[in-house]
């Protein structure tokens, strides 16, 4: 199973030497011949930036147009903030590079970036759940083996402009790329998987995410696996063999003449879970057969989906090159991700409490599997703030009805319900009769989380309760972790 990859570049791309430039990514010269524009004076850019809000000092700001919005409208403000060039459609006051479109520029940069990074090898991942903390483990891991070298998307960069703006910051001398791709509607994977051309391609897990618009599983799987398409040749396409939609996806990554990973508890699998046991702080200590060799090593993530999220990110960097050793090394010390797991330690009656934090995102998948993650969690009392699921479309009632028997199971006593689609869960909840529920619990439903951020300080919180914050984005209740963290920190 250990597959070195080639890496087959595209075609040559001039470089500018950097032994004299070592903080520059991009010299106006290189902008100009990727794009096509012509650059009103020579500058050096340390970075790229979309967002004005966001520039820092020595960034290259790309000046896009959208529906709504024109970048145009903010380059005052990205010099400002320290800009020292600008991607304009226009002529400004400004350096700038100007093209005749700047969302196609920005396309050509991310490829000339991609293309001109000879040695970088490049993984694309997508799923229903668990993008963005595998993306981040696998970073870990091969940042850690490369010393520095490993570049990936910031955030939640995984959209049409995510993706391209992702691959545009990549440095010449990076020895792996980590990219994350995200959709909502069918169709949009394709193009992603395009910009980047991964050597190899992840798919975490297949979930009822985005049913609303894409309106079955079989069609989740059909849309992730696209990330195949983009694939260049020999290139390994890695999918979790637990998965209902396994063999739909190992045909779809076939046809695109991919060499095929799984990975998961299944016996099939390629990378698989032989032995998981309690590690200390929360985490697990995992024994897996990787068919040639086995390995064991410590992930500091708590939560049994974790357990299996290891092995694929094990299976990426085994067949990106990188070093098993050091991946372990980097799984046992990698703590949660604001709003996607981040843990806090904060004030309370009596002591502290464990405040967890994943606000960022939710689905049923998700929600189960987090709530099975506060099951295990020692406490006192174990508290519950959960903020509507969206984009479920017909399924959102009964999808949000069927968190019961998992908030009964992890052993919730107090319940904060937030957003309109928890109507539904709330009236299930109110059915103290419900033999699945167990004995019944005490909640609450609001509309936002200025309500919640209320009603979690009259439930109180006592020394040893344990709270987990989750929802979609959209609902807000990062607003009421950070409350608690600004106002309650022990």
Partial sequence: ????????????????????????????????????????????????????????????????????????????????????????????????????????????LAHAARDRAIEAVRIGITGSVGKTGMKEAIFACLDRASRGAAHRSVRSYNNHVGVPLSLARMPVRAKFGVFEMGMNHAGEIAPLAA???????????????????????????????????????????????DSEWAERMIGHAKACGAKVVTFGRARTADVRLLDAIPAAGGGSLVTADLGDRRICYTIAE????????????????????GDLASAGLALAEMGGLKGRGARHTIAAKGGTALLIDESYNANPASMRATLKALAATPAARRLAVLGSMKELGDFADAFHRQLAEPIAEAGVTHAILVGPEMAAL???????????????????????????????????????DAVLVKGSNSVGLGRLVSHFIENARA
């Fill in 1 to 108: 199973m250990n597959m070195p990859l080639a890496h087959p570049m595209l075609h040559q791309w001039p470089v500018t030497p950097r032994d004299a430039l070592p903080l520059a990514l991009w010299t106006a010269a290189e902008i100009a011949a990727a794009t096509g524009g012509t650059a009103s004076a020579d500058f050096q850019a340390s970075g790229a930036e979309m967002d004005s809000r966001d520039v820092k000092s020595g960034d290259l700001f790309i000046a896009l147009k959208g529906e709504a919005m024109d970048g145009h409208r903010f380059i005052p403000q990205a010099f400002e903030k320290g800009a020292v060039a600008a991607i304009v459609d226009r002529p400004v006051d400004y350096p700038h590079v100007l093209v005749a479109d700047t969302t196609q520029a920005l396309h050509d």
């Fill in 195 to 241: 910009h980047a051309r991964p050597h190899v391609a992840l798919i975490t897990t297949i979930a009822p995410a985005h049913i609303e618009n894409l309106g079955s599983l079989e069609a989740i799987a059909d849309e992730k696996s696209q990330i195949f398409t983009g694939l260049v040749e020999g290139g390994v396409a890695i999918i979790p063999a």
């Fill in 302 to 321: 708590p939560g049994e989906h974790w357990i299996v999220n290891s092995l694929g990110v094990m299976a990426a960097v085994r067949a990106a090159g």
């Fill in 426 to 464: 709330a009236e299930e909840l109110g059915k103290a009769a419900t033999p699945s529920l167990g004995k019944p619990l005490t909640f609450a439903h609001c509309e936002g989380p200025a309500e919640a951020i209320v009603l979690l300080g009259q439930f109180g919180l006592a020394h040893g």
